[in-house]
C-alpha cells in the first residue's frame, strides 16, 4: 500500500459528482423526538468519476489509471472542481486567506488547515496534498518571498526561523483530494461504436 503522488485526469474529474459525506445516527425515540450523534468528527468525501468519461481515449486513459494504481491498493490526487482552493472559486488565493497558525517564537512547522464557517459554527479541514508552486504565506498580513517551505506530501509549512510570538501565520494555497478507488473492478460496457462506457467508478478519500 503506499500513495502514488500523482493527480487523475483534470479533464475527466471535472465531470465528476460528488462531495462531502458525514456518519451521523439518529435515534428516534418513543415520544417522537430524536436523538442524534456524530460518529466522525470529520467529513469523508466520496466521488464518482465514470461521468467526467466523454470519449474513447478518457475510457483508455481511467483504464490505466485504474491498472496502475492496482483497484483499491494505492491512493492517488484529484481534484475536486468545486473545492480545491484556500478561497472562493471565483477567487484567486492570497496569503491572507487562511489562519494556519500564532507564532510563539519556537513553533516553526505549522499543518495547511482550511475552514468553513456557517454563522458561529466552524469546522477546520487539514489539508495535506496543497499543489506544488500554488502556496503563499504571510505573517502578520506581511507576504513572505522567501524563508519558508511547504511540503506537497504533508501540507505542512516550515520555516527557516520561527515566527515571534503572537505573530498571525496565514496562508493561501490550491489544493487536491487524497483518495482511491473504491472498487476492484471497472464495469465497463464493450460497444466500441457507440464508445463503450463505464457505470460507475466510485472514489473515497483517504484519511489519515
Known sequence: MAFHE?????????????????????????????ERNASWANSRRRYDVA?????????AAVVAFFEARNGRLHGFR???????????PSATPKPTDQAIGTGDGASKAFQLVKRYASG?????RTIRK????????????????GGWSADKTTGVVTFDTAPAASVAVTA?????????????????????????????????????
Open 51 to 59: 461521468y467526467g468519461i466523454r470519449r474513447a481515449d478518457d475510457l
Open 6 to 34: 500523482v493527480r487523475f485526469p483534470d479533464d475527466i474529474s471535472r465531470g465528476a459528482r460528488g462531495g462531502p459525506e458525514r456518519r451521523t445516527q439518529i435515534v428516534e425515540l418513543a415520544s417522537g423526538e430524536e
Open 120 to 124: 458561529s459554527q466552524t469546522w477546520a
Open 130 to 145: 496543497p499543489v506544488a508552486g500554488t502556496v503563499r504565506v504571510a505573517l502578520d498580513g506581511v507576504e513572505q518571498l
Open 172 to 208: 493561501g494555497f490550491a489544493f487536491d483530494v487524497p483518495v482511491r478507488f473504491d472498487t476492484d473492478a471497472l464495469d465497463v460496457t464493450l460497444d466500441l461504436e457507440r464508445l463503450g462506457s463505464i457505470t460507475s467508478i466510485p472514489l473515497l478519500e483517504i484519511r489519515r
Open 78 to 88: 484529484f481534484k475536486d472542481w468545486g473545492d480545491y482552493e484556500s478561497c472562493l
